[in-house]
C-alpha cells in the first residue's frame, strides 16, 4: 500500500453536483457541461457556415441542435443500458427512464450524434462527410467540458498511485490518493484533439479535397486517448477487467479505430479521384 505520510497527495472538496436549485428544479453541473458543450458547437459552427462554401447553412444549424440534443441523450442512455448494465436494466426496465439516478455511456451518445448526422444530412441533401467533419472539429470541446463536469462530481475517478498529484476523492471509502484520470481525459479528448482538429481544419485543405479524414482523425484521437487512459481509470465496479485485462471502455475504442481507418481512407481516395 502506499505510505500517505510521505506523498504530497490533494484532497478534493466536496463539491455540490447540484450548481443552481431553482425551486423544485435541480441544474446538475453534468447537465450543464452537456448544455455548454452543445452551445458552442451551435455557435462555432453557426460562425463557420458564413464563410464561402459552407457545408451547411445558419438555418441547418439552429435545427440540428435539437437533434443532437436528442440524440446524446437517447443514445448516451441506451449505451450505457447494452454496454454496461444491460441484465440490471432488464430485471427493472423502467428504471432506464429514470436518467437523473446517473448513467450516461459516451460511445452511446456518440453513436446517436453520428445516426443524426446521417439522418439530418439525407433530409436535406447536405454532403455527409463534410458535416461529418465540421462537427468533429468542435466535438471535443463538449467532451472536455463534461469530463470536468465528472471530476466536480468525484466520479469516474483513477486508479489508486503513488505520483504527486494523487488526489483522495470525497466518498472514496479506500481513502487512498488516485489518478484524476477525468482530467486527462478533458485534457486529451478535450484540450488537445480540440486544437488538433482546428489546426487540420483551417490551414490545411483536407475539409475540402478530403472530405471525412478530419472525422477520421477526430475517431483516431480520441479513441487513442481513452484507450491509454483506461491503463489508469478505474474500471466498472461491476464490470471489473476482462480476461486479457482491458476494461470494456478500451473493448469499445476497437470499432472506433477500424471507423477511423474507414474515413480516412475513403477520404484519401477521394483526394486523389479529384487529382
Known amino acids: 500500500m502506499f505510505d500517505l505520510l510521505s506523498m504530497a497527495v490533494i484532497n478534493l472538496p466536496r463539491f455540490d453536483p447540484v450548481a443552481l436549485q431553482l425551486g423544485p428544479v435541480a441544474i446538475r453541473w453534468y447537465s450543464l457541461g452537456y448544455i455548454a458543450g452543445l452551445m458552442f458547437v451551435w455557435w462555432y459552427v453557426r460562425r463557420a457556415v458564413k464563410k464561402p462554401g459552407a457545408p451547411m447553412s445558419a438555418t441547418h444549424i439552429d435545427d440540428f441542435i435539437t437533434w443532437a440534443m436528442l440524440a446524446i441523450i437517447i443514445g448516451g442512455r441506451l449505451g450505457y443500458v447494452l454496454f454496461y448494465n444491460f441484465s440490471a436494466y432488464m430485471a427493472d426496465p423502467l428504471a432506464i427512464l429514470r436518467v437523473w439516478d446517473g448513467g450516461m455511456s459516451f460511445h452511446g451518445g456518440l453513436t446517436g450524434v453520428v445516426l443524426a448526422i446521417v439522418f439530418f444530412a439525407r433530409k436535406h441533401k447536405l454532403d455527409l462527410m463534410r458535416l461529418a467533419d465540421i462537427f468533429a472539429v468542435v466535438s471535443p470541446v ?18 489508486h498511485t503513488d505520483v504527486s498529484w494523487g488526489m483522495i476523492f470525497p466518498g472514496d471509502i479506500s481513502g487512498l490518493p488516485r489518478h484524476p484520470s477525468q482530467l486527462y481525459e478533458a485534457l486529451g479528448e478535450g484540450l488537445l484533439l480540440f486544437i488538433v482538429l482546428q489546426l487540420l481544419y483551417t490551414k490545411t485543405t483536407l ?25 489508469v481509470r478505474e474500471p466498472d465496479a461491476h464490470l471489473g477487467l476482462m480476461d486479457i485485462g482491458l476494461s470494456r471502455g478500451q473493448l469499445l475504442t476497437i470499432p472506433m479505430f477500424l471507423f477511423a481507418a474507414w474515413l480516412i481512407s475513403r477520404g484519401m481516395k477521394t483526394m486523389r479521384a479529384r487529382k
Not at 470536468?148 to 486508479?159: A, H, K, M, Q, V
Not at 475540402?208 to 487512459?229: E, H, M, S, W
Request: proline share 2%; glycine share 18%.
Open 207 to 231: 475539409a475540402k479535397r478530403a472530405p471525412g479524414v478530419i472525422a477520421g482523425v477526430f475517431f483516431a484521437g480520441y479513441g487513442l486517448v481513452r484507450f491509454l487512459v483506461e491503463f
Open 142 to 159: 463538449g467532451i472536455g467540458l463534461v469530463r470536468i463536469t465528472n471530476f466536480i462530481n468525484g466520479e469516474l475517478w483513477g486508479r
